[in-house]
């Protein structure tokens, strides 16, 4: 098991250029279900999340094969439906496969994704969505068995935006018979890109980054090759990690619209933020204001993707800071981690109560889950000594050479295997 060895105290300067986003690439390694002609998912990164999807390919039949440019994936051979429960388990987001396999072969099975570190994350939704689409679903024995004739076009009405839900939606309704409308539907960026990547491949599907999304099903789908857009939570972890180190950091190949609701934060804190184009630049002093209250919302509210990294940011600000988590139940178990560092901290609930501390002290710390790993890893670059990061395997799901890009930008931090 590898760790990461860091020394706090440096100020970042540099650019660094953001991955293809995790949560775009994962539900396009699905759309390539939906067609068996070759797929290239150009600059998607070798995460272990992507790997996880391209193994779960090929259990169904499919090829998938990675290279320096991206992922080419040919399903031509995919004749296997069913996900095991081993992966699953491993990657909860492959139940966006369901609709994927039910459009290619009328029939799914998978084991039931169960909760996680941050929360019970159930998938009625999902499921609610392909009944609503003709699907006949029975759970049994911790497996949800889907079967369906030819998937007819429906209205569909998410009490809550669900980005899984509305991409298992928009990936069961691309070729079924007539028109579906999704209306409630999640509004995120990678909602954007899975509209535009299935319209490459020949869809007809309209209104993603809206709360309604119309699909006109269409009888095939053919291959293509498409560049998933930039990821602005790796974005938003290398901004945040320049406010909270002091310096002057870039970040490129995001456009700043897509992080709005974090800039807006880091402005309060005291940054000064420059964008162009897909440019966003932020300037810290390094010792900032808190900001007096953050609650994590569906895009465009600010990212619960980035709720860890926002608090260890306020963890040594001046003043008291509010975080409250409204997407998962609990999504503050990295808390106590902090604690070690020094860090003043109270959880009640969805609610974080933050005191800030002139700085926190090196410790030795272990991740347990992608997010609170990562703000985990921005603490200790701000601490004072030496800390260890323990349990890499969390921070590699999402992150692509995440202390490479770091060390570039004049972090302490080096990965070692123990
Ligand atoms: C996606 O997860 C992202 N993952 C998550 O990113 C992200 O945190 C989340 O959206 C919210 O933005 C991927 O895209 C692969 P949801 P997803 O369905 O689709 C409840 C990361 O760190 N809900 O929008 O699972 C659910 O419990 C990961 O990159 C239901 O109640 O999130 C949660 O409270 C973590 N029933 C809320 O909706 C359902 O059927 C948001 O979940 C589905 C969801």
């Not at 150009?42 to 320096?68: K, N, S």
């Not at 998933?228 to 970040?251: K, M």
Request: a positive charge; hydrophobic letters at 40%.
């Amino acid at each position: 098991m590898d760790k990461f060895m860091i020394v706090g105290g440096r100020r970042l300067f540099g650019s660094v250029k953001a991955e293809c986003a995790k949560n775009a690439v994962l539900p396009l390694f699905a759309a390539a279900v939906l067609t068996d002609e070759p797929v290239f998912l150009r600059g998607a990164p070798p995460i272990a999340d992507a790997l996880c999807m391209a193994q779960i390919l090929r259990e169904l039949g499919a090829e998938a094969e990675f290279t320096a440019e991206g992922v080419a994936v040919r399903s031509a051979d995919a004749h296997l439906h069913t996900i095991s429960s081993a992966l699953t388990r491993e990657l909860r987001s492959s139940v966006f496969m369901l609709g994927a396999l039910l459009t290619r072969f009328h029939r799914a099975c998978i084991a039931y994704p169960g909760g996680c570190d941050i929360g019970l994350r159930p998938i009625d939704l999902h499921l609610s969505a392909l009944k609503r689409l003709g699907v006949s679903i029975t759970e049994r024995e911790g497996y949800i068995f889907c079967e369906c004739g030819r998937l007819r076009g429906a209205e569909i009405q998410l009490d809550f935006p669900s980005v899984g839900a509305t991409e298992n939606a928009m990936l069961a309704a691309v070729m079924a018979e007539g028109e579906t409308r999704i209306g409630g539907a999640a509004k995120e960026p990678e909602i954007v890109d899975l509209q535009n990547f299935l319209n490459r491949m020949g869809a007809k599907v309209k209104g993603a980054g809206t709360d309604t999304v119309r699909i006109e099903g269409v009888s095939r789908l053919h291959g293509a090759d498409f560049r998933p857009s930039g990821d602005r939570i790796e974005a938003g972890t290398f901004l945040i990690a320049a406010a909270l180190c002091g310096g002057e950091a870039e970040v490129t190949g995001v456009r700043p619209e897509k992080l709005a609701s974090l800039l807006h934060k880091l402005r309060e804190n005291g940054c000064k933020i420059h964008t162009k184009n897909d440019k966003i630049r932020v300037e810290s002093s390094g010792r900032l204001k808190s900001n007096r209250r953050i609650e994590t919302m569906p895009f465009p509210g600010f990212p619960t993707d980035l709720q860890a990294q926002a608090t260890a940011l306020n963890c040594t600000c001046e003043g008291c800071s509010l975080i409250v988590e409204n997407l998962f139940e609990t999504r503050f178990k990295y808390v106590p981690e902090l604690q070690k560092m020094g860090a003043d901290i109270v959880v009640r609930g969805r609610n974080a109560f933050v005191r800030g501390v002139p700085r926190l002290h090196g410790a030795s710390v272990t991740a347990g889950d992608l997010r609170g790993g990562a703000a985990l890893v921005l603490a200790a670059l701000g601490a004072e000594g030496a800390s260890e990061v323990l349990d890499l395997s969390h921070i590699d799901r999402g992150y692509y050479n995440f202390a490479g890009k770091l060390k570039n930008l004049g972090a302490d931090i080096r990965r070692v295997r123990t």
